[in-house]
């Protein structure tokens, strides 16, 4: 049996690692990305394996090396990364390619993560809190800080000791997760609750409502057409900005001509 | 003409301290959420005694920019700085009790301030791109420690950008709402009808991008649920946000999500 030398990461040095990760795009550049964020975040755990100041400071460059990932997932591969290291001190992997394992991960990670966080969880959260708080629950921003938290931290932080203990098996994190099923769901639902929130147009707080004197669904279905109008001149490429700076001049052009 | 003595430079002082470290969050530290507008609207209405105006700037402004997504390197709108001027600038330059129309012009005077802070952000970015090559350069012959140093470092550079553009946005933007107040009535009657519509604006740049169709079937459900329970049954808000949560989820399992 080979005779390793045993260097162990415990959970408080993985805590140390999850702890700066949340500091991984303070440095975030067009160029260089999260490179120098990784290295920070992995720092912790290579000072704790490779005591000799050489090796250490070889091991530190090679991390300072481009990565760019969703900065959530990023912790996914921090664990695997941690892992890979200490097989490599120990000696039981000296040939580990963590470069390689790196490369592999980040980009599918980076879409994965784009799309179920900013992309699904988000407007989700958003979608749900805001209906609450045009309606009078001054509460609301705290349950989006909730709703979306819940999500963000727990898989922020099992990700990483996942990564750690199956060495980067994207495929354990996937079937684990069901991002994309997941992306889809939230996504069917914060239309569902967008729609419920437009129906609600006659109980919004009255700085929304427009002061009409018609009926409660008459209201709701001019908001919703409204809407689905906008829908259609936004998809025909307006952006937000522009839309907004019409829209104000259309409201200028609607008061001059009396009609509001 | 509002005066700038020293309360209101004190609030517009600490208005861009917050900003600056709510801004951390967009992207530096720890990414929360607390940067959202839903989040920084509130806290910078209640900061400044006008709970009001930050309630109807964050829910607009969140419902705008939610989809606005940071992916690779694309330099979303900074809704953050939006959302705190948008706040401080109806509240202050109403002396803490912003009228609708105001709110609405202070919206409409961020919208025209996106394209600079987006500017700001993308120069922050490719400055920072400085501090990766300075901690490879020198950790040949030094430790970790100035890696830290010099990844720290962009969170100063992050705080300073969102707290500049803060101290120059306030002032200018006090002083326009002067110089609104002395506008026709016209003026106000438009500004309290663009509120109005902008909700609207932000529910359609959503479907925009969570769903293909212009006319969802998801969105025309939850629509229907909540009609009918708000109209006929009367249910409080919270029942029947559940009620299109609980819809939107059968339907997507009975439809077997087919999008």
Redo the contacts between chains.
């Keep these: 049996m080979a005779d390793y030398d045993d260097k162990k990461i415990g959970a408080a040095d993985l805590l140390a690692v999850f702890w700066r990760s949340l500091l991984i795009q303070a440095s975030w550049s067009f160029e260089r990305m999260q490179s120098l964020g990784f290295a920070y975040a992995v720092e912790p755990a290579l000072r704790k394996l490779y005591p000799d100041r050489a090796e250490y400071e070889a091991r530190l460059r090679l991390h300072q090396e481009y990565f760019n990932t969703q900065p959530y997932l990023a912790s996914f591969i921090l664990g695997a990364v941690v892992r890979l290291e200490q097989d490599r001190a120990s000696g039981r992997n000296t040939a580990a390619d963590v470069s390689g394992l790196k490369a592999a991960l980040m980009s599918p990670l980076g879409a994965l993560g784009d799309s179920f966080f900013w992309g699904a969880l988000k407007p989700l959260a958003a979608v749900t809190a805001t209906a609450l708080l045009m309606t009078g629950s001054s509460w609301a921003p705290l349950l989006f800080l909730f709703l979306y938290n819940v999500w963000h931290l727990g898989i922020r932080a099992s990700a990483l000791f996942l990564g750690y203990a199956n060495s980067g098996d994207a495929v354990d994190l996937l079937a684990r997760y069901r991002f994309t099923k997941m992306a889809k769901l939230f996504k069917v639902i914060s239309l569902s609750v967008l729609g419920g929130m437009l129906g609600m147009l006659p109980a919004w707080r009255q700085e929304f409502r427009p002061a009409m004197n018609v009926g409660d669904l008459f209201l709701a279905l001019s908001g919703l057409a409204i809407t689905l109008v906008l829908t259609g001149i936004a998809r025909k490429g307006g952006s937000p900005v522009k839309i907004m700076l019409g829209l104000a001049a259309c409201c200028l052009a609607l008061a001059y001509a009396g009609v509001i | 003409m509002p005066i700038f003595d020293s309360p209101m430079l004190l609030a517009v002082l600490g208005t861009a301290v917050v900003c600056g470290l709510i801004g951390l969050d967009r992207?530096?530290?720890?990414?929360?959420?607390?940067s959202?507008p839903?989040?920084a609207g509130?806290?910078t209405g209640w900061m400044l005694g006008d709970?009001?105006a930050g309630?109807?700037i964050?829910?607009v402004l969140?419902?705008?920019?939610?989809?606005?997504?940071?992916?690779?390197?694309f330099v979303p709108?900074n809704s953050t700085i939006s959302a705190v001027c948008a706040t401080a600038i109806a509240a202050l330059g109403s002396e803490g009790a912003a009228s609708?129309a105001v709110?609405g012009f202070s919206?409409?005077l961020t919208?025209?301030m996106?394209?600079v802070t987006m500017a700001a952000d993308t120069v922050v970015?490719?400055?920072?791109?400085r501090?990766?090559?300075t901690?490879?350069a020198v950790?040949?012959e030094s430790?970790?420690r100035t890696?830290?140093k010099?990844?720290?470092?962009?969170?100063a550079?992050?705080f300073l950008k969102s707290f500049a553009l803060c101290l120059l946005f306030l002032p200018a933007g006090i002083a326009a709402v002067a110089l609104f107040g002395q506008m026709p009535e016209?003026?106000h009657?438009?500004?309290s009808?663009?509120?109005?519509?902008?909700?609207?604006?932000?529910?359609?740049?959503?479907?925009?991008?969570?769903?293909m169709k212009?006319?969802?079937a998801?969105?025309?459900?939850?629509?229907?649920?909540?009609?009918?329970?708000?109209?006929v049954f009367h249910a409080p808000?919270?029942i029947?946000?559940v009620?299109?949560?609980t819809?939107?989820?059968l339907?997507?399992r009975y439809g077997g999500?087919r999008?």
């Design positions: 992207t530096a530290a720890g990414q929360f959420m607390l959202q839903i989040v509130p806290l709970p009001t309630i109807v964050g829910a969140e419902l705008i920019w939610v989809v606005d997504m940071p992916v690779g390197t709108a609708l709110i919206l409409l919208t025209g996106v394209p970015r490719k400055w920072n791109a501090l990766a090559f901690a490879a950790t040949r430790s970790g890696l830290a010099a990844h720290l470092l962009g969170l550079v992050f016209t003026f009657r438009a500004m009808f663009f509120v109005k519509l902008l909700p609207l604006l932000g529910a359609a740049l959503i479907v925009r991008r969570l769903s212009s006319v969802d998801f969105l025309i459900i939850g629509f229907i649920l909540a009609a009918v329970a708000g109209a808000a919270l029947i946000l009620l299109t949560v819809g939107g989820w339907g997507a999500l999008r």
